[in-house]
């Protein structure tokens, strides 16, 4: 049998209390670091649990192999916001959900996506904004095909879907989450980070 002291447990919260008026500085520092980690991510490749990201499927024009770095707006686009109680980490990049969690993506309009093949293509944006007249070269079962320019250069890949691999930069890693409970119940105990 157990036997809780509750006077002495009072005097505790209340000795708690004075020390520690807020959680907020504790906040503050994890959410800076909760940021730090998911964009150190980008940079190796794994995922909160340890989860390498798939490679490419397609090379990029302006070259570098590693996913989601393309233009790194993703990357540097993360902020957080704290509140007396919460930290709240996010991005307002509408792709990133499916650059977290992975999908298919299919054309709106046209039967093809275009995949930039060239630094060319990819400062153009859509072939509908390239500067030269292109020309389509579709495989037999026409489900692929190319377009390209008058001198045969591929300018884009034309593909009817693409699938695109999770490759998972949110959530906090164990260590994250450990290092945060240690500091917070310390925090508590002696009202100093």
């Not at 693409?162 to 290092?179: H, I, L």
């Amino acid at each position: 049998m157990a036997t809780i002291n509750l006077p002495q447990l009072v005097v505790q919260l209340q000795q708690m209390q004075t020390r520690v008026k807020s959680i907020r500085p504790v906040l503050s520092v994890f959410a800076a670091s909760g940021v730090r980690e998911i964009r150190d991510r980008f940079q190796t490749g794994i995922g909160s649990k340890g989860e390498r990201w798939s490679p490419l499927k397609f090379p990029r024009p302006e070259g570098g192999g590693k996913p989601l770095l393309s233009s790194g707006v993703l990357e540097a686009s993360f902020t957080n916001r704290v509140t007396e109680d919460t930290i709240t980490i996010g991005t307002a990049q509408k792709q990133a959900p499916l650059m977290n969690m992975g999908g298919t993506v299919t054309p709106k309009k046209g039967r093809f996506l275009a995949i930039p093949l060239t630094k060319e293509a990819k400062r153009a944006g859509s072939p509908r904004r390239f500067r030269r007249v292109l020309h389509a070269r579709f495989a037999k079962n026409g489900r692929t095909g190319v377009l390209v320019d008058r001198k045969g250069v591929e300018q884009y890949l034309l593909v009817q879907k693409v699938t695109v691999p999770a490759r998972p930069f949110m959530g906090f890693s164990d260590q994250w989450r450990q290092d945060f409970l240690s500091a917070v119940t310390g925090y508590i105990k002696t009202g100093k980070l």
